[in-house]
């Protein structure tokens, strides 16, 4: 249980890795807007709260590993990492420039701290059971954890299901995955270009413990994951449902700003938003 | 004549010449890189027998990995177990590994750089009866392209477990492209191997053309230089099993000495061993070059040796690769 002190700051920080996800979006004029926005809570909650890892030790052996499958929200991965400390926040507006760390999809060649190299879709869960089966090799597993995050969208990709075989076989209780449920990919809604539902079934016909949470809720997400710990036998879906776009209520549930970034002036009324929490506040910013 | 110095298999012209499968070779090899690493580990399938993996299966059953007819899922897998620490190889048929992976290969193995090794079984038109579906005639091409990458193609069993060892301590992904026939043994335990260091396995004071081959076409190059002695038309030939690195030293000296060149693989001749050597020549030495291997077709049903007698890549057709070159 998050404490309501603990709860009060994680939605600051995030709120402020929102705000630098576009400030970063519109720095590059590229990149994608609604995945990051949506996932900004779960990533908070993460890096502030459940994962078991030191910045400043970025190649602790025993760290929690988190695995981005849908490489594509990587503005909010980033972000995320500069306010645990990883890098400067500063560094964050070198999104996609030419010679950053911070490239176009994660690439870990030029930012060594990340755990994998990622951008296609649907091989992030089949790395995650790599590390699981090797974690568990070395008598490890429950000294460390894998986190894999995916993309609802990318489940259409029949690697998905072949990893998922696999980790209900050989019942990984280190690995946890969390499906981004927001319900757009690029061409329209989830269920219209390739139906999932019912996406819950699915992973508990491959003997996963399932379970389905309000992605923006700090209180849920923390529980999901610690939860997850006390599963013994399968390994642990976590479906997110999630706000595309979240935080900035034009951009919401609107599929059109999944990989487009906002212009200078829809930045400034989207920060302008964020900064005054929806109008809730005068910000201190104005 | 035979290179004196590889210390041959002083029997490989005889009639009854022992043959091995160049897969067992790499069977051998994952015990012998198991036993000696306690961080190999070995996936599989649903081909545990027929690619190999069943030795270090039964030896290393802690160690090995069954994923079930989902090739796409072995390559990322092993990719996350090398990020633990561990040396992955992953088995199956080279059309599957890396024909149906490769975009898992590329991204989560190479440009991801985790050291993964990737046994191909079942490469070439040898692979006979199972038909063209299974023989991978296109993999030293698809594997060759991706950077870190490297790519080896072993003459015979021996040099297949040689190199299976060898690739553990390369701080880079391997492909180890595999064939299923039993086919001559050529080397012994006491010919050296080193990745990237090709072999001058037939010898002459002048050569006119210099043969390069890979695999265990080899046999067949050797047996082409020896009846071509006899025509009085002196060769040198080259065991390039690593196709990259590629070994430009030796291949630049030999076009030099020659003027001519040949190249022999079971493989399309566009994008292959022959092409790799083409573009290395064609860099530092420009010779006039023949290309032995399949000529953009797929493969077919039949016996080993039907097949590499009707596409072309036997003794007689390497021998008149050679009068053609020398023509030229």
């Known amino acids: ?262 212009k200078p002036d829809e930045a400034k009324m989207a920060l302008r938003e964020l900064r005054t929490l929806g109008g809730k506040i005068e910000s201190e910013h104005q | 004549m035979l290179n004196p110095e590889l210390r041959l298999n002083p029997k490989l012209f005889d009639a009854d010449v022992e043959k091995t499968a160049i897969r067992a070779g790499f069977g051998q090899g994952l015990v012998e890189a198991g036993t000696q690493n306690a961080n190999v580990v070995v996936l599989c399938g649903d081909l545990t027998e027929s690619a190999h993996a069943l030795e270090f299966k039964e030896k290393f059953p802690d160690r090995f990995v069954e994923l079930g007819v989902a090739e796409q899922n072995m390559a990322s ?94 701080e880079t992904p391997v492909y180890l492209r595999l064939a299923r026939n039993d086919t001559p043994i050529m080397t012994t335990p006491d010919t050296p191997f080193a990745i990237g260091k090709s072999q001058r396995v037939w010898i002459s004071e002048k050569p006119r053309v210099g043969i390069i081959a890979c695999g265990a076409l080899l046999y067949e190059a050797l047996l082409a230089a020896r009846a071509l002695e006899a025509e009085h038309i002196d060769c040198e030939v080259l065991n390039l099993s690593t196709i990259k690195p590629i070994d430009e030293e030796a291949i630049v000296k030999l076009a030099r000495a020659t003027g001519r060149l040949v190249t022999v693989e079971e493989h399309q001749i566009f994008a292959g061993m022959g092409s790799a050597v083409a573009e290395c020549v064609v860099k530092h030495s420009p010779v006039p070059m023949e290309f032995v291997g399949v000529h953009d077709r797929f493969g077919q049903s039949g016996t080993p040796e039907q097949l590499i007698e009707h596409y072309c890549m036997g003794h007689d057709s390497i021998a008149k690769a050679v009068h053609t070159v020398l023509r030229r």
């Open chain 2, 77 to 170: 897998v092993a990719s996350g177990m090398a990020a633990m620490g561990k040396i992955p190889f992953i088995t199956s048929y080279a059309m599957f590994s890396p024909g149906r992976n490769w975009e898992q290969i590329r991204t989560t193995i190479a440009y991801n750089d985790r050291h993964v090794k990737i046994g191909g079984s079942h490469a070439g038109v040898s692979v006979g009866p199972d038909g063209g579906t299974h023989q991978a005639t296109e993999d030293i091409a698809l594997t060759r392209v991706i950077p870190r990458m490297i790519v080896i193609c072993p003459c015979d069993a021996t040099e297949a477990c040689k190199a299976t060892v060898a690739s553990v301590s390369t």
């Open chain 1, 1 to 262: 249980m998050l404490t309501d002190e603990k709860r009060i700051e994680l939605e600051k920080t995030a709120n402020n890795i929102r705000e630098s996800i576009i400030e970063m979006l519109v720095a590059a004029g590229s990149g994608h807007t609604a995945g990051p926005l949506g996932m900004a809570d779960v990533l908070t909650v993460l890096y502030f709260h459940t994962l078991r890892q030191d910045p400043k030790n970025w190649e602790w052996p025993d760290r929690d590993r988190l695995v981005l499958s849908n490489g594509h929200i990587c503005p909010v991965l980033y972000a995320a990492m500069a306010y645990a400390g990883y890098f400067p926040i500063s560094e964050l507006k070198t999104l996609r420039k030419f010679g950053s760390r911070l490239q176009g999809h994660p690439h870990r060649e030029f930012l060594p701290a990340l755990e994998t190299s990622s951008g296609p879709l649907g091989s992030g869960l089949s790395q995650a059971v790599g590390m699981a089966i090797a974690d568990r090799m070395d008598d490890a597993a429950g000294k460390r954890r894998i986190v894999c995050l995916m993309s609802d969208g990318e489940l259409d990709e029949g690697q998905t299901w072949e990893a998922a075989m696999l980790a209900g076989k050989q019942g990984l209780r280190n690995l946890v995955a969390l499906v981004d449920r927001n319900n757009i990919q690029i061409d329209g809604f989830t269920e219209d270009i390739m139906p999932l539902e019912p996406l819950a079934d699915k992973w508990r016909a491959w003997n996963w413990h399932v379970l389905e949470i309000d992605g923006h809720n700090m209180q849920a997400i923390a529980a999901a994951f610690d939860e997850a710990l006390s599963i013994y036998e399968h390994p642990t879906m976590i479906i997110a449902h999630t706000i595309p776009g979240k935080g900035v209520k034009e951009f919401e549930r609107d599929y059109e700003w999944h990989g487009k970034p906002p």
